[in-house]
Nanobody
């Protein structure tokens, strides 16, 4: 059974940093690209960042470029999102999502349950 479990969310002040993680199980993690997708209150899903299976290729939404860093540890079956210089508009539930292939795409077959990130003073 495929499982994606996010953790690390919380309340942080504007300008602060936070790292969220996604622990994967039930599939060969190193064979699939992964992404982070977020949903702000009252809004639709927004793709944030993606990483290919080997970790050598990453991509970011313009809204987070230069502030967020996606990474993965295939030995630990874990995906990360380091978020720096956080803004109130980054407040959202952050989901990790498994791609159907080794390269980044917007086609996902599994999602985690999400972790709440709130940026507020």
């Amino acid at each position: 059974e495929v499982q994606l479990v996010e953790s690390g969310g919380g309340l942080v002040q504007p300008g602060g940093s936070l790292r969220v993680s996604c622990a994967a199980s039930g599939f060969t993690f190193s064979s699939y690209a992964m992404s982070w997708v977020r949903q702000a209150p009252g809004k639709g899903l927004e793709w944030v960042s993606g990483i290919n299976s080997g970790g050598g290729r990453t991509s970011y939404a313009d809204s987070v470029k230069g502030r967020f860093t996606i990474s993965r540890n295939n030995a630990k079956n874990t995906l990360y999102l380091q978020m720096n210089s956080l803004k109130p508009e980054d407040t959202a539930v952050y989901y990790c999502a498994k791609s159907r292939s080794s390269y980044c795409s917007f086609e996902y077959d599994y999602w985690g349950q999400g972790t709440q990130v709130t940026v507020s003073s």
